[in-house]
């Protein structure tokens, strides 16, 4: 019996309010454990996650039935709320409204799972893959005339 073969990966990206540095390491671990959960409560298979004080890194295997805007959507919902009620922060935390999401090859996976999993290197030595990184760039910048 013949079957459908699916097998879709995203990488996202998404910064803090203002790109402040709210992702404390103190607290890093919860927060992208509910991250994970929230993914997994939808269909989807969590790779890697990490990533700054003012960012974070997620590769998922997606179900081919879930847009990225919902999975965005719920990802960052639920994180906020999380952090907000749960975490007993000293300050309110709060996600950028926009993303990055970029499809990721079956035979990239494990590269790109590097990278996420070595974000503290990479920002530290200044080794970014700069098409995964500059988006930011381009919202915090004005506009161009």
Not at 62 to 70: A, D, G, M, Q
Not at 85 to 113: E, P, T
Request: with cysteine; proline share 5%; charged share 20%.
């Amino acid at each position: 019996m013949r079957t459908d073969k699916v097998e879709l990966y995203v990488h996202l990206v998404w910064a803090t309010w203002d790109r402040l540095p709210l992702i404390m390491p103190e607290m890093e671990r919860a927060l992208y454990r509910s991250i994970g959960d929230v993914a997994h409560s939808l269909s989807c298979r969590m790779l890697a996650i990490n990533g700054m004080p003012d960012h974070v890194h997620v590769l998922l295997r997606i179900p081919p039935t879930l847009s990225i805007s919902k999975l965005v959507q719920q990802l960052k919902g639920v994180s906020s709320h999380f952090a907000n009620n749960r975490l007993q922060l000293d300050y309110g935390f709060k996600w950028m409204g926009f993303y990055g999401a970029f499809s990721v090859s079956r035979w990239d996976v494990s590269k790109i799972m590097g990278y996420i999993n070595n974000q503290k290197n990479h920002h530290g030595m200044d080794e970014l893959l700069v098409e995964l990184e500059d988006f930011f760039e381009y919202y915090d910048s004005p506009p161009k005339k």
